[in-house]
């Protein structure tokens, strides 16, 4: 019994400490970000260790400069913004056009192939995307869609539809088969069946389906940067940040606010919708 | 009427799946075959712009991958950053998982915190912890030099071995959230009853959970490790952009870019890829066969 309770008081404690140091460690190095983004540069080079700049040395100057178009004397950060939000939004919304007919077929229906598909679908995550990057680019210059939004918003809708069908796939495999019986007794087609019942049913999965695209389209580098590297008027956030961070002239603590504007989006998304994004994700889990 | 109904549905279910299958084809598939034929090329950039896919074979690329010592170098860092990240962030995943599993005021909101590394763009997370870990004037050396008394700052991400070490510790950071939000999944379907059995029976806290908790969630930690393991090892985005490769930290997917890039080399690239991907496959292969009986339970 002794042991019990020692076990229990001592586990008490931990599971305290635990919760703390794991909270410490995930917020702290955004609350840094955000700190650093109203400080002066020379503020932070001059006293690294003062992570909150004193009242007074507060600056906003730095989200303004970051904004500012290169003509302005800017780095065009509003730019890149606005090329980003139109890759997201755009590969969030073919995606889900693309995946919800896909996944009700592969859920509902028999037909030849159902398995490979299922398997090709795999074979997504076997290669490093580097390698799948190139032959990808070097195609698109011939179709001319290389350096163009169009051609990395295609790029990025295979890149979620694998994790995409997964989801919908796991949904809608929850719910009894019995009612698109009783909508064909009824005399609906296939198509009436997708949209009138399919969809709405679907509704809160489909939202976390196209939430979790845009999020990738929205954070993703390694195609951006083989894309769209040349054209500074196409770069996407993620691209303009790391563009500028490699140089040595912008200032880091501008690049900071960057940063915080590149973050926030997500952040704000992922708010609202958190509860409906991780149940989508780890739908199945439970069942191993 | 039967055969015309399965014929319907077959025709229906190959119309609907079509449009995504296209796409993953055109972006994915293809690109690996292209990658595997390079392979076998001794091709640079103006040669698969004038001759396409037909260039002469060779095995050339083969054996120069596998000859170069980088390349063992690069495989090597890639083991050990892939099995270091994937057991580190699981571990914590689960030890968040189960500190998290019994309700406590701000719980739901603190869960939702615990998530931002993950769900954050990496390029900001990355660009942070680049000039919190700065020598000159990042807050970590700021600390560690005028309050815990190092002599120098440290280079964390620019000299051997610590670069390593750091980006295992970054990936960990970001890769926890993701098995924390798996296992906690896992752990709220469990059923209570074993447990109360086992409290009931005299069971300890920590005997529940090695021999009635930790069992059960075995077929998730399995399709995590899997999960992760898959993809860290073709992982580019946080080390390139952490280190760009630098300081012992070359992985392989590195080797491959700087391959591209960098030699403009893509019959060794692409071969580096495929042996990667070999390397890979049978380590899949093995694992599986190992954790057969897991993912059955």
Do not use: C
Not at chain 1, 38 to 65: M, N
Not at chain 2, 6 to 35: Q, S, Y
Not at chain 2, 46 to 60: I, P, Q, S, Y
Not at chain 2, 76 to 98: D, Q, R
């Amino acid at each position: 019994m002794s042991t019990v309770s020692t076990q229990a008081s001592v586990l008490r404690v931990l599971r305290v400490v635990v919760i703390v140091a794991l909270v410490v460690a995930t917020v702290v190095p955004f609350l840094y970000m955000l700190s650093l983004s109203f400080v002066r540069i020379d503020d932070l080079l001059r006293e690294p260790l003062r992570v909150l700049p004193a009242l007074e040395r507060i600056t906003t100057e730095t989200y303004a400069e970051v904004l500012r178009s290169e003509e302005d004397g800017g780095y065009g950060f509003a730019r890149f913004m606005r090329n980003s939000a139109i890759v997201a939004v755009s590969a969030s919304a073919l995606t889900v056009a693309l995946v919800v007919p896909a996944s009700y077929a592969m859920t509902r229906l028999r037909f030849a192939g159902r398995t490979q598909v299922s398997w090709l679908f795999l074979a997504v995550y076997l290669f490093p995307t580097i390698i799948i990057a190139v032959p990808v680019f070097v195609g698109f210059q011939v179709l001319g869609l290389g350096s163009s939004l169009v051609g990395l918003v295609i790029a990025y809708i295979a890149l979620t539809v694998p994790v995409s069908v997964h989801m919908l796939r796991n949904y809608l495999a929850g719910f009894p088969e019995s009612i698109d019986e009783a909508a064909v007794i009824d005399g609906a087609s296939r198509f009436q069946i997708l949209t009138r019942i399919t969809v709405p049913l679907a509704l809160p999965t489909i939202m976390s389906t196209a939430l979790y695209s845009f999020m990738i389209a929205w954070n993703e580098f390694l195609f951006a940067l083989l894309f769209l590297s040349a054209k500074q008027d196409l770069w996407t956030v993620s691209l303009g940040l790391t563009r500028l961070a490699d140089g040595q002239e912008v200032s880091k603590t501008v690049l900071m606010a960057g940063s915080v504007l590149l973050t926030v989006p997500i952040v704000i998304l992922y708010g609202v919708a958190e509860r409906a994004l991780t149940e989508g994700l780890t739908a199945g889990a439970d069942k191993g | 009427m039967a055969s015309t109904l399965r014929r319907l549905e077959n025709r229906d279910g190959i119309t609907l799946v079509t449009p995504v299958v296209l796409v993953v084809a055109a972006i994915i598939v293809v690109p690996i075959v292209w990658t595997v034929v390079l392979s076998f090329q001794d091709a640079r950039y103006v040669d698969v712009a004038r001759n396409g896919l037909f260039n002469e074979l060779t095995l050339d690329n083969y054996t120069d991958v596998l000859t170069a010592p980088a390349f063992w170098q690069a495989l090597l860092t890639t083991v050990e950053y892939s099995v270091a990240t994937t057991v580190g962030s699981i571990t914590v995943g689960l030890v968040a998982a189960l500190a998290f599993r019994d309700r406590f005021r701000f719980r739901a909101p603190l869960r939702a915190v615990m998530l931002l590394p993950y769900v954050a763009p990496v390029v900001a997370t990355t660009f942070v912890w680049q000039v919190a870990l700065n020598p000159q004037y990042g807050v970590v050396n700021a600390f560690g030099t005028q309050v815990l008394g190092w002599e120098h700052p440290v280079n964390f991400l620019s000299s051997a071995p610590t670069a390593l070490l750091t980006v295992i510790v970054y990936d960990i950071w970001r890769y926890f959230p993701f098995a924390f939000m798996f296992l906690g999944a896992a752990l709220t379907g469990l059923s209570r009853e074993i447990e109360e059995a086992a409290v009931v029976d005299g069971a300890t806290p920590l005997q529940k959970f090695w021999f009635v908790v930790l069992p059960q969630l075995l077929p998730t930690v399995a399709l995590l490790v899997l999960f992760r393991m898959v993809m860290s090892f073709n992982e580019f985005e946080d080390v390139y952009l952490l280190t760009g490769g630098a300081a012992g930290t070359q992985v392989a997917s590195v080797r491959v870019f700087e391959q591209l890039t960098g030699s403009s080399d893509i019959g060794g690239a692409s071969a580096t890829a495929a042996v990667m991907a070999v390397f890979l496959g049978v380590a899949l292969a093995i694992y599986l066969r190992l954790t057969a009986k897991q993912r059955e339970a």
